[in-house]
């Protein structure tokens, strides 16, 4: 009997549960239609337009200004992620004498991003640039995963940066809950009015 009941439920779907990760989430199913590398890159609505001449493809204005576009937002997310974190690192570091000082490649982030959108805008061919766009980012992803590997492994051998980090949380906790004390005992007028003594 047991066993029948384990083979019916097998054939049901389950419903799915709701947690604050997937609350606002669409159902997902079997049929969804995972987006082309080119409708990422260019937009929903592009669509291959063959040039006059029969013997390439062409890429209207709009088309061109999203993948530009596309292009720079995330190389700039991920180059100003690397940039933080790199110097967060090269602080925390510094903090602990005991831990060995670790030469980390220095990058010029603003630099790097011109190089990578003026290599992107000398590409003519859509599937040239699409596939360029999609190997810079796997390129920076790669930098920005490879010096997050060496963050955690610097962190969790060592106790005395753990600890650090604990007391800075801590002292970040500390803040937001004295600043949200303050705005909710003080009306908003005595808050803009506010001076701190120095």
Not at 56 to 69: E, K, M, Q, T, V
Request: charged share 25%.
């Amino acid at each position: 009997m047991r066993g029948w009941r384990r083979e019916a439920r097998k054939g049901f779907p389950r419903p799915v549960k709701t947690t604050w990760l997937n609350r606002n989430t669409p159902a997902q199913n079997r049929d969804s239609v995972i987006p082309t590398l080119e409708s990422v890159v260019f937009g929903i609505n592009y669509t291959k337009q063959l040039s006059p001449d029969g013997c390439s493809f062409i890429i209207a204005d709009s088309f061109l200004h999203h993948a530009y576009h596309f292009h720079y937002t995330l190389c700039a997310t991920l180059l100003l992620a690397f940039k933080g974190l790199h110097s967060y690192f090269i602080t925390v570091t510094e903090e602990i004498p005991s831990c060995q000082k670790l030469e980390l490649e220095e990058m010029d982030v603003e630099a790097r991003l011109t190089e990578l959108c003026e290599e992107v805008k000398k590409i003519e061919n859509p599937d040239e640039l699409a596939e360029l766009i999609n190997m810079n980012l796997a390129q920076l992803c790669s930098l920005l995963m490879a010096l997050w590997g060496q963050f955690l492994e610097v962190i969790t051998l060592h106790e005395e940066l753990r600890l650090l980090l604990a007391q800075e949380n801590h002292t970040l906790r500390v803040r937001r809950f004295s600043e949200a004390f303050f705005c909710f005992e003080h009306p908003r007028e005595a808050v803009v009015a506010y001076q701190e003594l120095q």
